[in-house]
């Protein structure tokens, strides 16, 4: 256990959080800049702060990792070198990166910078992890919703570091999935700027019937995240950073948070699993930081749980433990952590004057830091020389320094005298260049800057546009094999079983239709274990291709299941500048779909070859292991569809597939780009998609017909009923 490395990586929402996790134990701090941060709202560190927190960091052995974890607009990738270079210069340690346009940019052109692949970028198993690995991360931020065994698997399969969320707040969502901010009031979550709608009260409904009782409306909101008592088995399943949430809180909380894991963490690695005990006290500190209606553990050791829903609202104010709070205001907010060293003060008579300083494990690879400083020749005495015990009270004063001596001795030869003054100036010289020292041993060159020669895109060729559509019921298939504008027909996997692939490919052939089978939105172990049972109807039912819903489904259908057919990348893998879009063509996307959050000027700046822009439906905004049904009514094992009300009146449809356990939220209106014509005309998409969900054949047909008349044959057509443009006109921030 003892030569075990574990990280306790804590969140920094500022300057002041940053040194109170460091002074509390911390082996690493997460941290973000002025831009590209999930936690845009958070009090985030500028250049001069974030230079200087490198330098802090690393002063008390520990290491920095910046978030560039948002998605970025093919205009913001200009500034990102620009951004990242003094950073990189100065030592900084890792980026977490969620966006695989940035991912291989920073790859490229700051080679010796380790990147962590974002709990936003949703890995959920091997495959991902091995993706993230080939393409150069040395880091993965697993989903929340990963059990043990799970990680234990990527500890065995993969040879990467393992980053696992241990406390602090859990998403109703998997992390990069959530577009329900965004859609409801322009706030994405995938830009940091999240307005945690799951936090908000709704009523469940069905057939007209309210099933959630009147103080349980907060069936999104899940308690927070407490570990404590399963650490050992994060520990034993591969898991080597803690990751504490919290960025968005204050230093105290920090520094409280991180103080409780230090002295598991440490017990655990002496005493082990049998020498492993949870003090209550230490649960009630936690609480007494942040109490959202309790803990639970999250999902290491089950798939969801109606007990890990807050369900009531969170007490608006409840008296502080105050004295609690002092004590960690004064032991790790306002305290000054202080570096020990050893020094040696030579002082001889007519020979300049030596302070040679030590300090153990700050040097490279946890070996000691020496240097020596020198000062002025020191004279005769005529009266007074300096005595032992003076020299050592002069110099051993590290005032507002970082240090303080551990051990301090003197060497004296002859009477010699040196003023106070340049004693002073010895011990100043000497403490500044350890400090100095210290920090170079992390600068870098700079990174090789991108040559932009400033040469306009050239667009490419105009294509012939064709319509699509995805539907999740079979009935709806037979009908739109029926519309001739139709070129490609996709089969949800989650709702439609393997019985039905080979009938429906069938129907498409016949129709002249291409057929592909949609994948799940998420693919863990028992996607996995699924799609390896139906390995045989997957290969007789004859699809064209797949549409690709995860990254972890693109290794897994080509090395696992030996997959060649065509592949159409969906909006889920993110595409929101030209390099992403590159980095998923090399990844074998034979096509991709447009970003849902971009709105249509921002689509123009993309490159459109192959591209499919959705253009009707409910757009899912939220994917989850949780399950509404059982929270509020208990499991039946029967997929089917609830309602979510809101406090404004709006009704989220909810479905929930039991196939994959697995429940998804859509929005209140569907989209629909009609009267939209010109403006996607101009994008000259290779595809138009229509996807339906719970649509009624003849209510699919009517709605793939209008689309044809106004898309393709030129005439005006309108649908009934309340839509929205969605992001098309208006984006995110």
Known sequence: MKNRKVEILAPAGSYESMTAAVCAGADAVYVGGTRFGARAYANNLDEEAMLRAI???????????????????????????????????????????????????????????????????????????????????????????????????????????????????????????????????????????????????????????????????????????????????????????????????????????????????????????????????????????????????????????????????????????????????????????????????????????????????????????????????????????????????????????????????????????????????????????????????????????????????????????????????????????????????YVDSGQIGPSRWKDLARICRESGKECFLALPQIFRKREEEYFLRERESLQQAGFDGCLIRSAEEILFLKEKMGYEGRLIFDSSLYTFNRRAQEVMRNLGADGLTYPLELNGSELSALDCRGEELVAYGYLPVMVSAQCIRRTVSGCDRTPGLLKLKDRMGKEFTVRNCCRFCSNTIYNTAPLSLLGQEKKAAGLNPAALRLQFTWEEPGEAAAIAEAFAESFFRGREASLPGEFTKGHFRRGVE
């Open 55 to 489: 330098d802090y960091v690393h002063l008390h052995r520990c290491r920095l990792y910046m978030t560039v974890n948002t998605l970025m607009k093919e205009e913001e990738t200009e500034g990102l070198f620009d951004y990242l270079e003094p950073c990189y210069r100065q030592g900084l340690d890792a980026a977490i990166v969620q966006d695989m346009g940035a991912f291989s940019y920073l790859k490229e052109y700051f080679p010796d910078l380790h990147l962590h692949a974002s709990t936003q970028m949703t890995i959920t198993g091997v495959y991902g992890a091995a993706l993230l690995k080939k393409l150069g991360a040395s880091r993965v931020v697993t989903a929340r919703e990963l059990s043990l065994e799970e990680i234990g698997r990527i500890r065995d399969e993969v040879d990467i570091e393992i980053e696992s969320f241990v406390h602090g707040a859990l998403c109703y969502c998997y992390s990069g999935q959530c577009l329900m901010s965004s859609l409801i009031g322009g706030r994405s979550g995938n830009r940091g700027r999240c307005a945690q709608t799951c936090r908000l009260p709704y009523e469940v409904r069905q057939g007209g019937k309210t099933l959630n009782k009147k103080d349980e409306k907060y069936v999104l909101s899940l308690k927070d995240l407490c570990t404590l008592d399963i650490l050992p088995d994060i520990l034993e399943a591969g898991v080597t950073s803690l990751k504490i949430e919290g960025r968005m809180k204050s230093p105290r909380y920090t520094a409280g948070v991180v103080s409780v894991y230090r002295k598991y963490v440490d017990l655990y690695l002496k005493e082990g699993r049998g020498g492993y005990r949870v003090d209550e006290a230490d649960r009630r500190i936690l609480l007494d930081l942040f109490d959202r209606g309790g803990f639970s553990d999250g999902y290491y050791r089950e798939h969801n749980g109606r007990h890990m829903v807050a369900l009531k609202e969170k007490p608006a104010f409840r008296e502080g433990n105050q004295q609690l709070f002092d004590y960690l205001d004064r032991t790790y907010v306002e305290a000054e952590r202080k570096e020990p060293i050893e020094g040696k003060v030579i002082l001889r008579e007519n020979a300049p004057t030596q302070l040679i300083l030590t300090a153990e494990g700050l040097g490279k690879d946890g070996s000691a830091l020496r240097v020596c400083a020198e000062g002025p020749e020191a004279q005769s005495a005529r009266s007074q020389p300096v005595t032992e015990e003076k020299l050592l009270k002069q110099m051993g004063k590290t005032g507002g320094t970082p240090f303080v001596f551990r051990r301090l001795e003197a060497e004296l030869e002859g009477a010699p005298f040196l003023p106070v003054q340049a004693l002073n100036e010895l011990r100043r010289t000497g403490l500044v260049l350890l400090e100095k020292e210290a920090a170079a041993l992390y600068r870098r060159a700079g990174g090789t800057a991108e040559e932009r020669d400033g040469s306009p895109v050239t667009p490419p060729e105009k294509q012939r546009t064709v319509l699509t559509a995805s539907a999740e019921r079979e009935d709806v298939i037979r009908k739109l094999a029926g519309v001739p504008e139709i070129a490609r027909i």
